[in-house]
């Protein structure tokens, strides 16, 4: 899990890569899509609808399984979304002879409590990425929309990376309530050293992550870029780190770090602006305090409102191979 663009479909490919998980590279937004636009899935009325949905999803068809059986125990044993989850990937895990799974969704920094409460032997790997470069690859894509008003050049790089920033705290704030569950991984340390950074992970999963089996094996993103720069070039696609201090100019960056300043430091990314440069504005100040507050309040409308029934469940039919249309935020 992490904030859209810090390398999650990256970490995930990894991990299946290594040889030690069920392969699976679908779509399970259980908590995100399904449950917010059906209700409860301890109904059993709501649980058949949120079975018929995702029936129809490439998520689906991606695992391989009879859809019979599948939804047989869906309906008599799952009571929340974890138990979704669950027997899901139990099922796609036995079917390939695995021992272990794992799933792949960046937005589960906003359901990790959810999660656990639900998978109590649950692991959480949340990797973080800095925020700048963040800012950069959102703002290319489009994959974050600021408020109407925020649209211009400079505010809505600013935007984006407070929404880095409210990602971030989010994944945090959940893994710090289960702690010898959760780590945490630096985008950067696993592009510039990937060796110690698997083998560290490795250790906390007790799982062996051996980095020229992972290599060669090639999944997904290890063979197949889906950098927001990849039409620019092979050269462009292999400079994934610190992008931003050739493609930000000097007022952007200061922008960005006087408004995320404190969030890039607590995740270890030193500012390169000075204190002068870094005075913030009363614009920036006001969107510091108004988009974690507007962040907050959407997500929890969506989940504790009839407002969530009008989730889009077109995102059911994205490619789990996450293009850069795939990876919009989903709010």
Not at 65 to 78: F, K, Q
């Amino acid at each position: 899990m992490g904030c859209h663009r810090s390398g999650t479909n990256l970490l995930y490919d990894m991990l299946l890569s290594s040889g030690g998980f069920a392969i699976y590279r679908g779509y399970l937004p259980i908590y995100k899509i399904l449950i917010p636009r059906f209700g409860s899935i301890e109904n059993r009325a709501n649980r058949k609808r949120i079975l018929e949905t995702w029936l129809r999803s490439k998520g689906f068809r991606r695992t391989g399984l009879d859809a019979d059986v599948l939804s047989a125990r869906i309906l008599d044993e799952c009571r929340s979304g974890g138990d979704f989850i669950r027997v899901v990937m139990d099922s796609v895990a036995s079917s390939q002879q695995m021992q272990r799974w794992a799933v792949y969704d960046p937005d589960n920094v906003q359901h990790a409590e959810r999660v656990k409460r639900d998978i109590p032997n649950a692991l959480f790997v949340h990797i973080i990425r800095d925020g700048r470069d963040i800012a950069l690859s959102l703002k290319k894509m489009g994959g974050f929309a600021p408020l109407p008003w925020d649209r211009g050049q400079t505010d809505s790089l600013v935007a984006t990376s407070l929404y880095w920033a409210w990602m971030v705290r989010k994944g945090r704030e959940h893994g710090g309530k289960f702690r010898g569950d959760y780590i945490e991984i630096r985008y950067e340390d696993l592009i510039t050293n990937p060796e110690a950074t698997l083998a560290s992970l490795g250790s906390f999963l007790s799982q062996d992550l051996d980095y020229g089996r992972i290599q060669r094996a090639g999944l997904g993103r290890l063979s197949e870029t889906n950098s927001s720069f990849r039409e620019e070039g092979k050269s462009e696609q292999l400079k994934p780190v610190g992008r931003w201090k050739e493609r930000l100019t000097p007022e952007e960056i200061a922008a960005i770090e006087a408004t995320v300043g404190q969030s890039l430091e607590e995740n270890g990314y030193p500012l390169s602006s000075s204190a002068g440069e870094r005075r913030r504005s009363l614009r920036y100040s006001s969107m510091q305090g108004l988009y974690p507050a507007f962040l907050n309040s959407k997500l929890w409308l969506k989940l504790h409102t009839p407002i969530g029934r009008f989730s889009n469940l077109s995102a059911l039919e994205l490619e789990d191979e996450v293009s850069p249309v795939a990876q919009s935020v989903q709010l």
